[in-house]
């Protein structure tokens, strides 16, 4: 009852947090040419994790400002406008805190949900997994 | 000094799932 396979239905969340199931979850968004919106939702984990006294924090957050929001890539256009503007704010003024990516993870989180891990969850590379 | 792209990869593996 509690096997991966039974929590990988469950939510898109726990199929995120285990190993087998975020490794063939990425496996499945290349196929389908949009890895970049789970790189992007780990890469707000890890940047909400990191010690906002270290330099290194400024130069991620304007790495992932650079790679998924201010370009045309598939994260950005699902990215509300006023979300990318709040983000581009707090790059341009330098002024970044923990939660700064937090609404544009939850609304690339919602169209994965909606979509993509509906998709994987009849997809071929779940079910020869099966 | 470590580029954008590796620092960026290093954050996104620290929050990737470790064990099962």
């Excluded at chain 2, 470590?2 to 960026?8: M, P």
Aim: neutral net charge.
């Amino acid at each position: 009852p509690d096997s991966p396979l039974a929590r990988w239905t469950k939510s898109l969340h726990s199929l995120l947090g285990d190993q087998d199931g975020a490794y063939l979850f990425r496996t499945f968004l290349e196929r389908e040419k949009c890895v970049d919106t789970l790189d992007f939702w780990f890469a707000c984990n890890g940047f909400r994790q990191m010690d906002l006294k270290d330099t290194k924090t400024l130069r991620v957050a304007k790495a992932i400002y650079k790679r998924y929001v201010e370009n045309h890539s598939i994260v950005s256009k699902q990215l509300k406008p006023a979300t990318k503007t709040y983000i581009r704010d707090g790059i341009k003024k330098q002024q970044i805190d923990s939660v700064m990516f937090d609404q544009a993870q939850t609304e690339i989180q919602r169209v994965m949900e909606g979509n993509a891990y509906q998709m994987f969850l009849t997809s071929e590379v779940y079910l020869e997994y099966l | 000094i470590d580029s954008e792209d590796d620092l960026l990869q290093e954050c996104i593996s620290s929050a990737m799932p470790k064990t099962k």
